[in-house]
């Protein structure tokens, strides 16, 4: 079965730099888009990248050009990479996965980046930004 396990999460201040990875089994990349979700105490879960097996990107407005969604498909591993941060990226990062077998469904994917695309979902990990 498809298995997602986040790490790298920690604490770091203002305009410092993390980055959080998600070891993947189970699924076979080309067939799936994998995603960076976020959810802060309070809010509704919400989507920061999102990333196809071609390499297409797409991120929520919010981390554009402070945020990099990365795969390395040899170690099965998605990468978040976060410069800049800022108190509001304070929340607990989840990775997902999604199933991207046609043309049609992975273009939507990336472009909505909704949590309701994703079915496969790791336990989590925090990132705390003290101003």
């Known amino acids: 079965q498809v298995q997602l396990v986040e790490s790298g999460g920690g604490s770091v201040q203002s305009g410092g730099s993390l980055r959080v990875s998600c070891a993947a089994s189970?699924?076979?990349?080309?067939?799936?888009?994998l995603g960076w979700f976020r959810q802060a105490p309070g809010k509704e879960r919400e989507g920061v990248a999102v990333?196809?097996?071609?390499?297409?990107?797409n991120y929520a407005d919010s981390v554009k050009g402070r945020f990099t969604i990365s795969q390395d498909n040899a170690k099965n591993t998605l990468y978040l990479r976060m410069n800049s941060l800022k108190a509001e990226d304070t929340a607990m990062y989840y990775c997902?996965?999604?199933?991207?077998?046609?043309?049609?469904?992975?273009?939507?994917?990336?472009?909505?980046?909704?949590?309701?695309?994703?079915?496969?979902w790791g336990q989590g990990t925090q990132v705390t930004v003290s101003s």
């Open positions: 997902a996965a999604a199933t991207c077998m046609t043309t049609d469904r992975r273009l939507g994917v990336l472009t909505r980046l909704e949590s309701a695309d994703f079915g496969y």
């Open positions: 189970g699924l076979t990349y080309s067939s799936y888009c």
């Open positions: 990333i196809d097996r071609n390499g297409t990107t």
